[in-house]
């Protein structure tokens, strides 16, 4: 496999495996024969000091030394005695290991390759660290480079992935998030943060490499470099540390830009709703003094037409009371994000619920009501009209998605730490996903919602009511499994202690 372009750089002299191990052992050879070639000569020319060409024998042995084995330094060692003890030394063409200078040179010659086959070996290592050094602090810096001015999820992925792909000559994908379920390696380097493939713990024969995205103590994804040979990720090439580094670096740069498109969302969530808060507020008082008339009038006209007209009557005064139930929503939401503390007093459970009935009572048609309120239940100490606010916008919506015959259950019972209230229909439900979101303002929970009129801000306002009592509503399973549920639980602060005596169902 070719090289990454940051590791393509011209090979040491001091690095091996670059020849075959017949080709050093005949270059150690001929090194040591062109020195005896070189000190015949010069003894044949009559050169006055032969002892003074001995120093041509260690040449080979530093060379050998430096460049090759230490096992064939040791051999090299070994011919340079023989051919100096055969060129050098009298009797010549003569070997013998008696004579004290052949000895001496052996000594000598031993000494000197080791020490520099021990110099060597340590400059290989620190010539290796300080490339290995280098390669990381480059990749480092041409992927931050190839981040900078990227702000979104999906632009640091796509960068991350060009720019690792080049730096190790590998295909590489980044699964942000939703790592496939269909591949259990990916799954399981994900959940237990850990390498896999291409030699590691985990399958260490997949030929993939692996890398776990960890910011902190998250695990937001995972790296995979996919060999397109299908032969094994060449991990021999690269730095132990690099690729993880590089993991570790573009899992923050992940996490920092996924931060800012929360941040982002956020912003223009909260501009949304100033604007639209502010809309609503004008909108909901310009049309509160209109629809007191249209609705009073309508009332008044009910009794003193024919019953043909009557029914066209009835119908717009439901509508205008529709459209004054939308505009009271408003004129609350208001109140409350303004911070306004409304006054208290004792409320009965069934005689709130009753008004609320008598309100709807247009939209009520073969629906059917069961009303249970546990012995022992005590008064709320609440805001009437709000209280009346949350049960209008909850048996409303229990009219609205319910079957048309179906049956409305509201039970009120004492909990150890105060009350709860269950309004609980026979309609489609609510799936878990969606049981909080259906919360938020202006959200409809189904895209079939659509067909029903509504704003989608009826249960954003009876949370931000019950939350002003230090109490909290939310969707659960229904105790039947069929329909919705909604769940209001008020804290003993918002409760009296006059109570009544019997249970009571209707």
């Known amino acids: 496999m070719r090289l990454p372009p940051f590791l393509d750089h011209p090979p040491l002299p001091v690095l091996r495996g670059q020849r075959a191990l017949w080709q050093e052992a005949l270059l150690s050879l001929v090194m040591v024969f062109a020195a005896a070639c070189v000190s015949y000569v010069l003894m044949q020319s009559g050169f006055p000091s032969p002892e003074a060409l001995s120093i041509l024998f260690v040449l080979p042995v530093l060379a050998a030394a430096i460049f090759l ?97 080049a730096l190790t000559t590998v295909p590489c994908q980044i699964w942000y998030k939703d790592v496939p379920v269909d591949d259990p390696l990916l799954s399981e380097a994900a959940q237990e943060g850990a390498s896999a493939g291409a030699g590691q713990v985990l399958a260490p024969h997949d030929p993939r490499l692996i890398l776990p995205l960890i910011d902190g103590e998250n695990t937001l994804g995972v790296l995979v470099f996919t060999p397109q040979d299908h032969a094994p990720f060449p991990v021999e090439l690269f730095p132990p540390s690099l690729l993880p580094t590089l993991a570790a670096q573009v899992a923050s740069a992940l996490s920092r830009a996924a931060l800012a498109e929360a941040h982002e969302q956020q912003v223009r969530q909260a501009d949304r709703e100033r604007f639209m808060s502010a809309m609503l507020s004008s909108l909901s008082h310009d049309f509160k003094t209109p629809l007191v008339g249209i609705v009073g009038a309508l009332e008044a006209l009910e009794g003193r037409v024919d019953s043909e007209a009557r029914d066209i009557v009835a119908d717009g005064l439901a509508e205008a009371l529709r459209l004054n139930r939308y505009v009271v929503n408003l004129v609350e939401i208001s109140r409350l994000e303004s911070g306004v503390r409304p006054r208290s007093e004792p409320l009965h459970i069934r005689d709130a619920v009753s008004g609320v009935l008598r309100t709807l009572r247009p939209l009520i048609g073969r629906q059917k009501f069961r009303i249970t309120v546990e012995a022992g239940f005590p008064l709320l100490n609440l805001n009437a009209s709000l209280f009346d606010l949350v049960l209008l916008n909850l048996i409303e919506n229990a009219l609205k998605y319910g079957p048309p015959e179906g049956e409305i259950t509201i039970d009120a019972r004492v909990t150890s730490d105060g009350v709860e209230i269950d309004v609980d229909d026979e309609g489609a439900g609510i799936p878990p996903p969606l049981r909080e979101p259906v919360f938020t303002k202006f959200y409809r929970a189904v895209e079939g919602d659509r067909k029903i009129a509504g704003t989608g801000l009826g249960l954003y306002i009876c949370r931000e009511i019950v939350a ?13 499994g069929t329909g919705a549920c909604m769940r209001v639980w008020l804290p003993e602060a918002a409760t009296l202690r006059l109570a009544t005596l019997e249970e009571e169902t209707e």
């Open 69 to 165: 084995d230490l096992r064939l330094a040791l051999v090299t060692v070994a011919l340079s005695v023989i051919t100096y003890n055969l060129v050098l030394l009298p009797p010549f063409w003569t070997f013998d290991l008696t004579n004290p200078q052949a000895v001496a040179k052996i000594v000598v010659l031993l000494i000197v390759t080791l020490v520099v086959s021990a110099l060597t070996t340590r400059l290989r290592r620190i010539t290796g660290e300080s490339q290995a050094r280098e390669n990381v602090l480059g990749g480092l810096y041409q992927l931050n480079q190839d981040l900078v001015g990227k702000t979104t999820v999906a632009q640091v992925q796509a960068a991350s992935e060009a720019c690792l792909s």
């Open 468 to 480: 002003s009592y230090g109490g909290r509503i939310e969707a659960i399973d229904p105790p039947d």
